[in-house]
């Protein structure tokens, strides 16, 4: 599935990488989907707590080669 938005938060560790997808969620209509870069392993923990706590759903989630990469798509209301 090709994202709406790709946030590339490889380099950065927490809470960046999340506040850098918040940001790109936020005002976007529900349906819209971003796909989050990361190196930090905390992020893996992270977004899942962020998706479940703002609603949004975690449609996947992978690793390869040390790069995380999740992609959400936002549910809640802008």
Do not use: N, Q, W
């Amino acid at each position: 599935m090709r994202p709406d938005v790709v946030v590339d938060a490889r380099g950065f560790y927490c809470p960046i990488p999340v506040l850098r997808l918040a940001r790109a969620l936020r005002g976007r209509p529900a349906g819209f989907t971003a796909r989050l870069l990361a190196t930090d392993p905390v992020a893996v923990e992270d977004v899942e707590i962020f998706c479940r706590e703002r609603g949004h759903e975690l449609v996947e989630s992978g690793e390869a080669a040390g790069v995380f990469s999740f992609l959400v798509r936002k549910i809640s209301p802008p």
